[in-house]
């Protein structure tokens, strides 16, 4: 309806989108950081809590909270750079249609009143552009979501495919016949009435059938 208008509102976005991206190269960075950070401090509170007994004894509660508390300030520290990068986005999003509204405006008044179009075409195509645009501020507002099911996915990926490869080696190795070098002449068993105090007595007996 208007290509002088629609040319001047998506003239914007080549500049636009670097300045987004520039705002946000941490994002996904601190994402992946403090999912380290929270994974470190699940194993610590999961180690402290199987292995109570031992805290308790070597009185070892301030030390293993201490670690605990590290992690999770970490975390913490992760997270406020995740949050300053994402009301970075947001806020020049913002200000980037504000300055659409104005700019395009402006624009159609100049062009209205040099009779180069009409006000019905000027409206048409501010509006049609400007809802285009909504799906771009849309996704800026939930980018950081988007962010974290990414970092999570890959991190599903990276363990998926390590055990994949852990199985291959696995099955690599298991599928060689093993042939021993030399056949013993003689074999002696010592001691096998004797159970280890360490050992449950469920599985020596299991082990002694």
Not at 129 to 138: G, H, I, K, L
Request: some cysteine; hydrophobic content about 45%.
């Amino acid at each position: 309806m208007s290509w002088q208008l629609t040319l001047a509102l998506l003239a914007s976005v080549p500049i636009s989108i670097p300045i987004v991206a520039f705002l946000g190269r941490r994002l996904e960075p601190a994402t992946e950081a403090q999912r380290r950070e929270l994974s470190g401090a699940v194993k610590y509170a999961t180690a402290s809590l199987a292995a109570i007994d031992v805290v308790k004894v070597y009185n070892g509660y301030d030390d293993e909270l201490w670690q605990y508390l590290q992690r999770v300030r970490g975390a913490m520290r992760h997270y406020l750079v995740q949050a300053q990068c994402a009301s970075s986005q947001m806020g020049f999003i913002k200000l980037w249609m504000g300055a659409l509204f104005v700019t395009g405006f402006w624009l159609g008044v100049y062009l209205v009143e040099t009779g180069r179009t009409t006000p019905g075409n000027v409206l048409t195509s501010f509006y049609a552009v400007m809802t285009s645009f909504q799906s771009v501020e849309a996704l800026g507002t939930q980018w950081l979501v988007v962010v974290k099911g990414m970092a999570a996915g890959a991190a599903i990926q990276s363990v998926a495919g390590g055990s994949e490869k852990e199985g291959k080696d696995e099955a690599a190795d298991t599928s060689a016949p093993a042939v021993p070098a030399w056949t013993p002449s003689e074999v002696e068993l010592r001691n096998v009435g004797l159970v280890s105090s360490e050992v449950p007595l469920v599985e020596a007996d299991r082990s002694s059938r």
